[in-house]
């Protein structure tokens, strides 16, 4: 039987400390650091059963995938915000 000590056991051993999932309003979210950055965390399903643990693993893996991927994107901005010429002083 499927339970959230078994798949945050295996979240874990996957992908470190980052992140588990918890049962929230009929809704079951990903929560933690190497999601933090996703639009959304939540997996409507009302039952952790209802999905087996491939599938959680699965859904984990597209989320850490996501944040790591809005972090690349704000660092590519911010490297090219830090190359754009600088104004040394208004002129009069």
Known sequence: ????????KELKERFGDGIEILQGDGNIYFWGTLVDRC??????????????LNHWIDEATHLVN????????????????????????ASK
């Open 39 to 52: 639009y959304s965390t939540t997996v409507p399903v009302p039952r952790l059963n209802r999905l087996d």
């Open 66 to 89: 996501e944040s790591k991927q809005f972090l690349d994107d704000q660092l590519k901005w911010e490297k090219r915000i830090m190359q754009l010429p600088r104004n040394k002083g």
């Open 1 to 8: 039987m499927l339970t959230f000590k078994s798949v945050n």
